[in-house]
């Protein structure tokens, strides 16, 4: 079945620093792909999008490129704030019409 | 644009007791889903409506769990009889096809609820 992979957290790094976390799919035809943060104490908020292959998804300083060969959707940010400390999910919407998530990975930020 | 509301946010209650969580999606949004969050498990999504109607409950963990949509506003969660192992946050969405796209899903804050 349709499934995503997230690199396990928690990922600790000083401000400023460069973030990258991981995520690969498995899932039939090319469905859309997500990034969503969950900051303490709150629901699920998105981020980014992309819908089709080699799209860019941004928002806040954070991109991820849908990339069909690689099955990936990596999410990166040249200079995290103490303020980006979060759990961040990545999700596809698969034909079935549902959205399916990774297991979170939780970043910390440190001053 | 008020989002998604959830009540209540924290609920504590006893083994065997019933639980109600409510939702009111944001106005317009034909879908809702209701998903349950835990250390061990993730997300999950537990039932899904589309313009009021259940499309997909096999999510739902077993019959002591019920949902419904009476309308376009609001929808419930009831858990009857509560037990521990049901302890999660319990997320409500909602999402459009206005524009023909109905894969961004908002989210609720979301109810915490403790079984004791």
């Known amino acids: 079945g349709d499934s995503v992979t997230q690199m396990e957290g928690p990922v600790t790094l000083s401000e400023e620093a460069f973030l990258t976390i991981n995520c690969t799919y498995t899932?039939?035809?090319?469905?859309?792909l997500f990034w969503y943060v969950q900051y303490p104490g709150e629901g699920l908020q998105l981020l980014l999008k992309?819908?089709?292959?080699?799209d860019k998804g941004s928002n806040k300083g954070f991109e991820a490129t849908y990339r069909k060969e690689t099955t990936s959707f990596h999410l990166e940010k040249g200079s995290v704030q103490v303020s980006d400390s979060a759990v961040y999910f990545c999700?596809?919407?698969?034909?079935?019409?549902?959205?399916?998530f990774g297991q979170g990975t939780e970043l910390s930020v440190k001053p | 644009d008020a989002g998604v509301i959830q009540s209540p946010r924290h609920e504590v209650t006893e083994m065997g007791q019933e639980v109600t969580l409510r939702c009111k999606p944001i106005?317009?949004?034909?879908?809702l889903f209701w998903y349950r969050q835990t250390m061990m498990r993730g997300l999950e999504l537990l039932i899904y409506?589309?313009?009021?109607?259940?499309?997909?409950d096999s999510g739902m963990p077993e019959d002591r769990f019920s949902a419904k949509m009476p309308n376009a506003s609001f929808s419930t969660l009831k858990i009857q009889p509560s037990e521990p192992r049901d302890s999660a946050v319990y997320f409500c969405?909602?999402?459009?096809?206005?524009?023909?796209?109905?894969?961004?899903?908002?989210f609720g804050p979301g109810t915490r609820l403790t079984v004791l």
């Open positions: 969405a909602s999402s459009f096809t206005g524009t023909g796209v109905r894969d961004t899903q908002y």
């Open positions: 899932a039939t035809g090319y469905p859309s």
């Open positions: 992309a819908t089709k292959a080699d």
């Open positions: 999700a596809l919407y698969n034909q079935g019409g549902k959205l399916i």
């Open positions: 106005s317009g949004h034909d879908y």
């Open positions: 409506f589309n313009n009021n109607v259940p499309i997909d």
